[in-house]
């Protein structure tokens, strides 16, 4: 555990808090982080036939509140988490809980394979980690970027529902979703 880092009961998960992260902050004080993102997955779940047999894909997974909320929805979740810092977070928080359907990938993912610039987050706030397209933009660690369906393909899964909270290059990925249909089930897609 890091200094100052409190253990917090997530509705029955072991969820690890770093009171100086904006995220654990509020799941500290509040109970939850983005209260209507876990209301849409639950919502989801409960509405669509079959989904809770499919893969959950957690692009941005930071230290890992929907991915474990996720293994208790879905049959598999896919956490996607680059930066090693809060991966080993991410790690921590889905070890801790004992879930063997979540699976865990140290990259970013984006519509080609490449290494780019990540710009560390903020003290503060572990979220606001980025990568850029363009290196001279900023200084970095470089850092894998994979396809997302090459890795569902390798998993061998179906991917019911996606949350991509990434700050850069979310519509890179968007678009790399729109154009592979292996990616976004009907499910999960929207117009």
């Known amino acids: 555990m890091l200094v100052g880092e409190r253990r917090v009961d997530l509705f029955g998960l072991d969820y690890l808090c770093a009171p100086a992260n904006l995220i654990d902050t509020y799941v500290y004080y509040t109970g939850m982080y983005e209260r209507n993102t876990l209301s849409c997955l ?16 957690d692009i941005g997974a930071n230290s890992g509140l929907f991915s474990i909320l996720g293994g208790r929805l879905f ?3 896919l956490a996607f988490e680059p930066f090693p810092a809060i991966f080993s977070r991410l ?5 801790r809980n ?3 359907n979540v699976r865990l990938f140290s990259f970013g993912l984006g ?9 560390p987050p903020k ?7 980025h990568f850029v397209s363009e290196p001279a933009e900023a200084s ?13 393909e390798a998993e061998a899964v179906t991917v ?5 909270d990434v700050e850069a290059l979310s519509r890179m990925y968007c678009v790399a979703c729109a154009k592979r249909s292996s990616v976004i089930s009907p499910s999960s897609s929207w117009n």
């Open 42 to 57: 639950q919502y989801c779940v409960k509405n669509i036939p079959g989904l809770s047999e499919q893969a959950f894909m």
């Open 75 to 77: 049959a598999t979740v």
């Open 91 to 95: 790690k921590s928080n889905v070890d």
């Open 98 to 100: 004992g879930f063997s």
């Open 111 to 119: 519509d080609e394979e490449t290494q780019l610039v990540f710009i």
């Open 123 to 129: 003290k503060d706030n572990m979220g606001t980690g």
């Open 140 to 152: 970095g660690v470089v850092l894998p970027v994979r396809v997302g369906d090459v890795v569902t």
């Open 160 to 164: 019911g529902l996606v949350k991509i």
